[in-house]
């Protein structure tokens, strides 16, 4: 439970301890913790895992939209842990360890070796019929299935590449800037939430989230909103306002830099890497995606051995495959049924 | 000429006084002028003449590139007359008035009548061959030609649209918030070039100007960049650094409620204004124009009754019709030379 500041009312996930962790940038992370939230029941036999990180500036509950019964993830079949990714606040970040401004750059590598010690530590896993995630979400599914392909049997990353494409950097520069030259954001040392550095974010991340054409049929009235300035605010401002600056710059970076071959496994050989997935694969993005663009998904799909192009064919843009539309929803869920059904 | 800050050093241009003049919004402005710049002779008939308005933050000069012996705008053969938008530096504009932020509003309305009487008062001018810009210069184009339908011959609107549609206003409000909340422009009352706002704007821009493809396959080099920061730095820093921010906010005001059927003629009747238009016309948008996007343009097209749909294939994207690629160049300019050459 998150108040609109942010602040943590009641925690609803659990902790788990890696102790110092030495980063790909050769920095230590102290006392580094995963956040994490699992639904359902591990089977004794452990074969019904589902594995699902969480998106640039998501909080574990973020998640919880493609998650019910009856549902595709459901938690009375699978045990599915969301794990948060570093800087999102509920994992080690910025904003919870007094670091803010000088916490250390965090990878997509980075994430993933940790989130895959929480699932075979904690819970001595082995095998995972599932990854899926939105967005850097996707970003993370792409790594655990390069990273572990003995492990993971399918993945579904949706609206996210594996490798972060030029275009996609520009427009986060885009993005950070505004806050960065914003005039209460004190390079990082604010002592109150900077909110019109926020409202800057939001306002330029407006125009990318959805489509052209979301906005110009009006499409936003969908979600309750009577005039454009009104979701401007109720949507996009208040949706940033619930997150803490430094965290949001920690994450973007990630993303910024996110590449699944660059690390020691892979020495930054994309094709290599997206060649040893062995998972079944559904690469989903949406064809209105204006900065996670659909071609980039559909290079990667033709150098995995075992992948498709599954396109969200919506206006929603960016935001299909963020549980807001429920057209998309049905569409993704129906989806990652089928591909849960097929044999491993 | 100008400086890199934009200080005005030699001025190559006229102004035009038009004394002062009531503003749709029913402000005054007081001492009002239109910077102009002609090319080539006007012939005794005055059977000769093209009208090119600039667009967002143009300077007069920046409409040059597509001027030139033996192209479509060849001054050998017509006079040329470049008009500045109000609000552009050289027009009656925020910095050159000492209104900076107090400056009015100005509608395309504003600027197109009074385009006007430069035309008429000045030249004595009944008769124009082509009205021709890009951007918020197609803009004007589409409102000259509906107001003065039996005055316009032809139109080339190119990136650019008769009414700004939604999604092309919310991109809008992402240049506009950073600028505002920047740490140096002090609402408007900066005393020395907010250049973190500047640097905003321009970060902002970058994703938006060009194409998702541009970037992917780094066509900036052709521009002379090494690197994809170097490209940012000299290229947008440096574009927008020339700028002043109360002009930009001016002009952002007026391409943000830009409506050809927005006066005292149409009533917001946009149809009937599009219907209006006798003017062979040459509707130019970018294919990966990522804000006037072609299918606004298509739309236009469909209603007005001697409209052809000319699209520009380019990864360029809003910027195809800047005179920045010489391919792109080329398609413009024989496209005009054709509208030139068809009798009306």
Redesign the interface.
């Known amino acids: 439970m998150q108040t609109p500041d942010g602040e943590v009312l009641e925690r609803d996930y659990k902790l788990y301890d890696l102790g110092n962790i030495v980063l790909q940038s050769g920095k230590t992370l102290e006392n580094a913790q995963i956040a994490y939230k699992t639904y359902g029941t591990l089977k004794d036999d452990k074969s019904n895992v589902i594995v699902y990180p969480t998106w640039f500036t998501g909080f574990i509950s973020d998640n919880e939209w493609l998650i019910g019964d009856n549902m595709a993830l459901d938690p009375n079949k699978y045990f599915i842990i969301v794990v948060a990714a570093f800087g999102n606040s509920q994992s080690t970040s910025p904003s919870n360890t007094g670091l803010g401004p000088n916490f250390p750059n965090i990878t997509l590598y980075d994430n993933v070796v940790n989130q895959y010690r929480l699932v075979t530590e904690l819970f001595g896993i082995t095998s995972i019929e599932l990854v899926v995630g939105w967005s850097m979400g996707a970003q993370q599914t792409f790594q655990w299935a390069c990273l572990y392909p003995d492990m993971v049997k399918r993945i579904a990353p949706m609206c996210g590449s594996s490798k972060t494409?030029?275009?996609n950097?520009?427009?986060l520069?885009?993005v950070?800037?505004?806050l960065l030259?914003?005039?209460?954001?004190h390079d990082g040392h604010y002592t109150s939430k900077p909110y019109?550095?926020l409202?800057?974010v939001a306002?330029?991340?407006?125009?990318?989230g959805f489509?052209?054409?979301?906005?110009?049929v009006?499409e936003w009235k969908k979600l309750g909103f009577n005039s454009?300035e009104e979701f401007?605010k109720g949507f996009w401002e208040n949706f940033f306002y619930k997150r803490d600056p430094n965290n949001l710059l920690c994450m973007l970076w990630t993303w910024q830099h996110a590449d699944l071959s660059s690390n020691p496994v892979y020495n930054n050989d994309q094709r290599l890497a997206l060649a040893s997935i062995k998972a079944k694969a559904y690469v989903m993005p949406c064809n209105y995606d204006?900065?996670f663009?659909p071609?980039?998904n559909q290079m990667e799909v033709s150098q995995m051995p075992n992948a498709e192009f599954v396109e969200i064919i919506s206006i929603w843009g960016h935001f299909a495959a963020d549980g807001l539309n429920p057209v998309d929803t049905q569409f993704v869920d129906e989806k990652l049924k089928e591909l849960l059904s097929i044999s491993v």
Chains 1, 2 share one sequence.
């Open positions: 494409a030029q275009n950097f520009v427009f520069e885009g950070k800037y505004p030259n914003s005039v209460d954001f019109k550095g409202q800057s306002r330029v991340y407006s125009g990318w489509s052209q054409p979301f906005y110009n009006e454009l401007e204006l900065y663009t071609d980039v």
